[in-house]
């Protein structure tokens, strides 16, 4: 099952991850975590990225390994582009300022000046 596209079959919403598990040691983890955006993506669009990644973006390599065209190659970037903008969120512009403070880097002091 293809768990990033998985649906409630009562409301048809999407589900969540709520329980991970480590098949070595047999420990479990249970919350709600998010499905990243890369992995909300179809299987075939995921391997169409891990594609284009591992040969350092070159549309010709792409054309030649999915045997399509360059404006096939260009088309389907544009619409994974497309899918993953509608699940990006830019991080908190604090964000950086509370990680500094959470690794020691700041006092409470220096991130409640930079945080106004």
Known sequence: ?????????????????SRMSCPSCSL?????????????LSIDDQAFVMAFVRHHGSIKKMEALFNISYPTVKNRLNAIGAALDHSFTAPSPNLYVLEQLSRGELTVEEAIEKLT
């Open 1 to 17: 099952m293809d768990i990033s596209k998985a649906t409630c079959s009562d409301c048809n919403r999407p589900l969540k991850v």
């Open 28 to 40: 479990v983890v249970e919350g709600n975590f998010e499905v990243s955006p890369l992995a909300q």
